[in-house]
């Protein structure tokens, strides 16, 4: 008696869990995961580009520093 209560209860458990993981899986909420993890891939690639042009910018001005082109004009 006690193993069938067993077996039963372990059944319930596991169709519930396979019936919220059906769940997961619905267009609607698919589609709301993918636009959020896009979102955020966007973020992070704003958040890259926004500090790659900033380091480039610094190097570029340490360059011309070095090598003495800020003076553009005064050569002709």
Known sequence: M???L???SL???IALWVM???QALQ???VARRTAAGAAGMLARVRDFTSDALG???DRETELRARFGLDQ?????
């Open 6 to 8: 067993f077996y039963l």
């Open 55 to 57: 380091e480039a910018a």
């Open 27 to 29: 267009p609607d909420h």
């Open 20 to 22: 919220r993981r059906l």
């Open 72 to 76: 553009s004009g005064q050569g002709d």
């Open 11 to 13: 059944g319930a458990f």
């Open 2 to 4: 006690i193993r069938r």
